[in-house]
């Protein structure tokens, strides 16, 4: 398939409509109507949109083999790619991740130290 036809059925499988993923993206129906049909090019900034309404990255849109993932396990990932995927969140969802890790290392500096000074005693 070509980058018209995965964007197409990717949305006929999440279950949108053109008009939704047009407001996403920032155009009219008929300019992303042309996008499906591959009469008219979608900018770099268009497809990272629809990339996270799609909850998907471009390479996976990019590479799509008609199968969606479910989930995405990233214990299986290394740092980097685990902090990438990060990245692909929305703001503010980023950073309850940030301040989870936040609160888990003080955490542990704290019964770190407290192991450490109980065991002077």
Do not use: C
Not at 71 to 93: C, F, G, N, P, S
């Amino acid at each position: 398939m070509n980058l018209a036809d995965n964007i197409k059925a990717i949305r006929e499988q999440k279950g949108l409509k053109q008009i939704d993923v047009a407001t996403h993206i920032g155009v009219d129906k008929s300019a992303y109507s042309k996008i499906e049909k591959g009469t008219r090019a979608i900018t770099v900034e268009e497809l990272y949109k629809a990339a996270q309404l799609f909850n998907m990255t471009t390479d996976q849109i990019l590479a799509y083999d008609g199968d969606i993932p479910s989930e995405v396990v990233i214990e299986d990932k290394t740092a980097v790619e685990q902090l990438r995927l990060i990245q692909q969140l929305e703001e503010e969802d980023r950073q309850t991740i940030f301040k989870l890790i936040e609160t888990m290392l003080t955490k542990k500096k704290f019964k770190d130290f407290f192991q450490k000074n109980v065991a002077a005693l």
